[in-house]
C-alpha cells in the first residue's frame, strides 16, 4: 500500500464526514419545522484491492491463511429518515389534525401530480372553503367545508362532520384518508414537507384513518419534528473528531512522502 493510497482513503473519509455534518446541519434548522423527520447518513465502503487471496498458495507451498485486502476508502451511499413520529404540539385551531401513526395526506400539487405530507395544518380556501395546506395545495380527497361553518369536529378514524349557523345538528362533510408506502424512505423530498412517488417507494396504498396499519387523526394538533438536537450535537463532536483524526492521517502520509524523497536524494 503506497502513500498516496493511504492520502487517497483519508480524502474519501474527509468527504463522507462533510456530507455528514451536512445532513446533521439540517436536521437542526429543522427541529423547529413541523412534521420534520431526522435524516442520517448511510456510508459504504468502496471496495478492496486484493493483494493476497486467502487459500491462495504462498511461495513457501502453504496455503495463506489470511487475505490481504486494502481498502479503497469509503462514500456517501443515501440518506435514511426516521419517520417515527413526532410530538403532538395542541393548537386548539379545528383544521390542525395531526396523523398519529403511520401514513401522509395526499395532496393536489401545481402540476397535476399527487404529494405527500404529515403537516397537519390546514386551512380553508377563502373563496371555494376547500381544504388546502398553508401553501394552497388541495388536498385528497377534495374536502369542502361552507364558509357559514360554525364548528368542524373531525374523529380519530377521520370522519368530518360540521354545523351550519343556526342549525344544532351536525352533518357529514367527507371523510379524510391516508396513504402509506411499501418503503417510505424510496419517497423523494420535494421541499415544503411534500414528498413524491418515486420506483423506490412503492404505489401509494390508500385507506380510512385507523384500518390497514394507518394512523388515527388528532384534531387539533399539530407534530412536531422528530429531532433529537442532543443526539445532533454530540454527533456533530463525533464528526469533528473523525475530520480531525483524517486530517492527521494526510498531514503524517505527506510527512513520511517527503522523509522518503528525502532518503532518495
Excluded at 486484493?50 to 476508502?73: C, R
Excluded at 463532536?237 to 475530520?243: E, F, L
Amino acid at each position: 500500500m503506497s502513500l498516496n493510497n493511504a492520502l487517497n482513503i483519508a480524502k474519501t473519509g474527509l468527504h463522507l464526514q462533510e456530507t455528514n455534518i451536512a445532513v446533521k446541519s439540517q436536521n437542526l434548522a429543522s427541529q423547529g419545522v413541523d412534521s420534520f423527520k431526522r435524516q442520517y447518513l448511510v456510508a459504504q465502503d468502496l471496495g478492496y484491492q486484493d493483494k493476497v487471496l486467502a487459500g491462495a498458495q504462498t511461495s513457501n507451498n502453504t496455503i495463506a491463511a489470511l487475505g490481504l485486502p486494502i481498502g479503497l476508502g469509503v462514500k456517501a451511499a443515501g440518506i435514511y429518515r426516521s419517520f417515527e413520529g413526532g410530538d403532538p404540539i395542541s393548537t386548539g385551531e379545528a383544521l390542525d389534525i395531526a396523523i398519529m401513526g403511520e401514513g401522509f395526506y395526499q395532496v393536489l400539487l401545481p402540476d397535476g401530480t399527487n404529494g405527500y405530507t404529515r403537516t397537519a395544518t390546514f386551512q380553508r380556501d377563502p373563496q371555494t372553503g376547500q381544504l388546502v395546506t398553508i401553501d394552497g395545495y388541495p388536498l385528497i380527497p377534495n374536502i369542502t367545508i361552507p364558509i357559514d361553518a360554525t364548528d368542524v369536529q373531525i374523529s380519530p378514524d377521520g370522519i368530518i362532520s360540521i354545523k351550519l349557523a343556526g342549525q344544532t345538528n351536525f352533518q357529514n362533510a367527507g371523510q379524510l384518508q391516508i396513504v402509506r408506502f411499501i418503503n417510505q424512505n424510496g419517497l423523494r423530498a420535494m421541499g415544503k414537507n411534500i414528498f413524491l412517488e418515486s420506483d423506490g417507494s412503492g404505489t401509494p396504498q390508500i385507506a380510512n384513518p385507523g384500518l390497514q396499519g394507518n394512523g388515527t387523526i388528532l384534531q387539533g394538533y399539530r407534530e412536531g419534528s422528530n429531532v433529537n438536537s442532543v443526539e445532533e450535537i454530540t454527533d456533530l463532536i463525533k464528526i469533528q473528531h473523525a475530520y480531525e483524526q483524517l486530517t492527521k492521517v494526510i498531514t503524517t502520509s505527506d510527512a513520511m512522502f517527503d522523509a522518503s524523497i528525502r532518503m532518495i536524494n
